[in-house]
């Protein structure tokens, strides 16, 4: 699971009100993939993701200093950030581990990767 | 049969041939003394002197028939011998226009003219299945109270109220209210019930004793219809009425039409005080109309001529039976809870994905150029969410500056998916784990089909509504009843079972254990035979898994399909408060729907 499709991610279990953000018990972390770098797209995902809550999924997983505490001014121009940004949110991967639901402590594991969301019929 | 018609001769006698049908006509290869002349009309520039001089030729002439408004003649030899040597020689040769236009060319049919004792009504094998008529249901004097009745009640409505419900025609309800808006009646509505007045409910006592009914009819609707006025085609809801229907004619004749969704017309005229009951085939597949003219053309098979009757006021009485949602029904599928809705989901379709997946994945790797063509019209940079993603055809496709994520129900395909897209997550369609108002785009490929119920496949476009920002639009794909719309065969019929339709006694069942609350409930569809036309809209639709492609099937399994009708999806859409149906069309045995989340 990457960092970006984390920051989507809620609890949907019937009867929670703030289901978000999911927090990471990681077992497997890899850091070592590789995506094509897009600039523009960086750019334009800042302002839709929430920056408190990628701080947060870095310091679970015990990566907090990849990025720095605020986003910085005119960032579009600086591609250094943009390129901290884009290892964060779109090369860690979590491989191994559960995301955990705040308000009811539900535990969704994640196993090669893959996040299952998948709920039973009375959490629904 | 015809030898020396080239491919695309042959492709033009079939239309045509299809054309002769829908117009009522028994046309066929099979030989008779009387032919259609394709492309011989007055209509399409041909001057009758000269092309009886052709026909002259080939034997003695009983009767020549020029149809007015149709580009096709009609000749009567006195010899079988003459119409077959006709048949053979000149079909697919020209012949010249009187308008100095470029030739046409004769196609020519066998028609069959036997009368049905029943008169005015086609062949047997064209006749939708649960059609049933009686002719002098009522004697004239029981159908002048009842015209006087009707009339006097439709006087007190008029007085107490202002307008009619609909433009077109005057309406009596009697027992349940029929509610336009939502083709349904309303049990909750405790003024919904009205007693059945005396004069219908001996028409019912009579309609009864024809022992076409399970149960009594509760709810009569009365419709009054000036010349000129007709009824849209449609179906019967089949979630608020039972499984027979009836309508007692009053007054005047009137063509009445059905038409299936592979394609065939059926007609008939249908008489003052004859009795019309749609089952079956009739009353779930067929839809029925009246074309909104003030005459219709019948064809008199004995003259081999045409005749006009000019219409006259008519009335309806139309009984139905209201359903009652807790209980099974015949037809159509069992009505199951939620619980059992879940259970025949997990075993018809994620537990058959799961164990189909990469073979599944291998067949499913052409993306569908429309939802390309959804995608790319995009704005740069959208986030879009593919709900339902499959082995993930969408998730990595070329020239798009969009971003997606993908999530679907069975694990096995998003293990596929992961390795060309990792944006990826398991989750059911219906309780997806993203807030509200965020995405820019959904698409929903072929998924919504697989809800085994109405309410469940509404929910899912709920849901998709709820995913979307405002403003944000979606493109919702599932599977057509109609495998043929428009004369044109989808690429899943095959050949030979592209003028076939399978029907729905013929096929074996599938008996699935539903296990409800209270008791051991089972339900009992059809198995669709592949590549063939759909015989209803639900059913299990066998899969032969194979481990490669140059192996034998191992095993086969079991997917639950609900094909959509046409309308079906777009009524969905538009049943939902804050989105918006833009567009929608038929893509190559498939319904498609764009719609928008309101402002």
């Known amino acids: 699971m990457r960092l970006l499709t984390h920051n989507m991610l809620t609890s949907h279990v019937k009867g929670v009100n703030n289901g978000y953000p999911l927090k990471i018990e990681a077992t497997e972390v890899n850091v070592e993939s590789e995506v094509d770098f897009k600039p523009e797209f960086i750019c334009c995902m800042i302002p839709r993701i929430d920056w408190d809550v990628l701080k947060k999924a870095l310091a679970w997983i015990g990566k907090a200093d990849l990025l720095p505490e605020e986003i910085v001014d005119n960032y579009e121009e600086d591609e250094e950030f943009l390129r901290k940004v884009h290892h964060t949110i779109m090369e860690i991967e979590i491989v191994t581990g559960s995301l955990i639901c705040p308000e009811s402590e539900r535990s969704f594991p994640i196993n090669k990767g893959i996040p299952n969301m998948l709920l039973n019929e009375d959490e629904v | 049969m015809m030898e020396g018609l080239s491919k695309k001769q042959m492709k033009k006698w079939k239309?045509?041939?299809?054309?002769?049908?829908?117009?009522?006509?028994?046309?066929?290869?099979?030989?008779?003394?009387?032919?259609?002349?394709?492309?011989?009309?007055?209509?399409?520039?041909?001057?009758?002197?000269?092309?009886?001089?052709v026909l002259n030729a080939y034997g003695e002439i009983e009767k020549f028939s020029v149809i007015p408004k149709k580009s096709y003649v009609?000749?009567?030899?006195?010899?079988?011998?003459?119409a077959e040597s006709i048949f053979k020689n000149v079909q697919g040769t020209d012949i010249e226009k009187s308008d100095g236009g470029p030739n046409a060319t004769l196609y020519f049919y066998y028609l069959n003219t036997e009368i049905n004792p029943d008169s005015q009504q086609k062949a047997i094998h064209l006749k939708p299945q649960g059609l049933h008529i009686y002719e002098d249901f009522i004697t004239e004097k029981e159908e002048r109270l009842l015209i006087n009745t009707i009339e006097q009640d439709l006087m007190k409505?008029?007085?107490?109220?202002?307008?009619?419900?609909?433009?077109?025609?005057?309406?009596?309800?009697?027992?349940?209210?029929?509610q336009y808006g939502t083709n349904d009646v309303d049990l909750n509505d405790p003024m919904a019930k009205e007693d059945i007045p005396e004069h219908v409910s001996g028409v019912i006592e009579k309609v009864m004793e024809t022992?076409?009914?399970?149960?009594?009819?509760?709810?009569?609707?009365?419709?009054k219809y000036e010349p000129g006025h007709g009824i849209p085609f449609h179906v019967d809801n089949p979630d608020a009425f039972t499984t027979s229907i009836s309508s007692l004619s009053l007054g005047s004749s009137i063509v009445f039409e059905m038409r299936h969704p592979i394609g065939n017309v059926f007609t008939l005229l249908l008489k003052p005080r004859?009795?019309?009951?749609?089952?079956?085939?009739?009353?779930?597949?067929?839809?029925?109309?009246?074309?909104p003219k003030k005459t219709d053309i019948v064809h008199d098979s004995a003259a081999n001529s045409e005749a006009i009757i000019h219409r006259g006021v008519r009335w309806s009485l139309t009984l139905r039976k209201v359903k009652d949602k807790t209980s099974k029904t015949e037809s159509g599928p069992p009505m199951v809870d939620t619980q059992d809705a879940v259970e025949i989901e997990r075993r018809h379709v994620h537990g058959v994905y799961n164990k189909i997946a990469s073979h599944f994945a291998s067949t499913r790797e052409k993306p569908w150029p429309k939802v390309v063509e959804f995608l790319h019209s995009l704005s740069p940079h959208s986030l879009v969410l593919d709900i339902g993603c499959g082995s993930g055809r969408y998730l990595c496709t070329e020239d798009t500056n969009h971003f997606i994520f993908g999530c679907d129900r069975s694990s096995s395909l998003i293990d596929i998916c992961q390795e060309k897209h990792p944006f990826v997550f398991v989750s059911d369609g219906l309780n997806v784990p993203m807030k509200n108002d965020y995405f820019?785009?959904?698409?929903?490929?072929?998924?919504?089909?697989?809800?085994?119920?109405?309410?469940?496949?509404?929910?899912?476009?709920?849901?998709i509504v709820r995913l979307l920002r405002k403003g944000g639009k979606a493109l919702i794909q599932v599977w057509a009843a109609e495998q043929v719309y428009k004369n044109k065969h989808s690429a899943y019929l095959n050949k030979q079972s592209v003028n076939t339709n399978p029907l729905v006694e013929n096929l074996q069942t599938l008996k699935v254990d539903c296990t409800g609350d209270q008791e051991q409930k089972v339900c009992s569809l059809p198995i669709h035979k592949n590549r063939n036309h759909f015989a209803?809209?639900?059913?299990?639709?066998?899969?032969?898994?194979?481990?490669s492609p140059t192996q034998a099937p191992t095993n086969t399994h079991y997917r639950f399909y609900h094909v959509f009708k046409e309308g079906e999806l777009e009524q969905l859409c538009?049943?939902?408060?804050?989105?918006?149906?833009?567009?929608s069309y038929y893509d190559n045995g498939n319904w498609a729907a764009i719609i928008t989340k309101d402002l």
């Open chain 2, 15 to 53: 239309s045509i041939l299809l054309k002769l049908l829908a117009d009522g006509l028994q046309a066929g290869t099979e030989p008779s003394k009387t032919l259609a002349v394709g492309n011989g009309g007055i209509h399409n520039g041909v001057c009758p002197t000269k092309l009886l001089e």
């Open chain 2, 74 to 82: 009609i000749i009567t030899y006195t010899s079988v011998e003459s």
């Open chain 2, 157 to 178: 409505q008029s007085k107490q109220c202002a307008q009619s419900v609909l433009k077109h025609r005057q309406v009596l309800h009697y027992g349940y209210k029929f």
């Open chain 2, 211 to 223: 022992e076409l009914w399970e149960g009594k009819p509760d709810q009569c609707t009365v419709n």
């Open chain 2, 274 to 291: 004859s009795l019309l009951t749609l089952t079956g085939e009739a009353r779930y597949t067929w839809t029925h109309g009246i074309k």
């Open chain 2, 440 to 463: 820019d785009a959904c698409i929903c490929i072929a998924v919504i089909h697989h809800y085994f119920t109405a309410e469940r496949r509404l929910s899912a476009i709920k849901e």
């Open chain 2, 536 to 547: 209803q809209q639900d059913m299990f639709v066998p899969w032969k898994l194979k481990n």
């Open chain 2, 574 to 583: 538009r049943s939902i408060d804050n989105c918006t149906l833009e567009k």
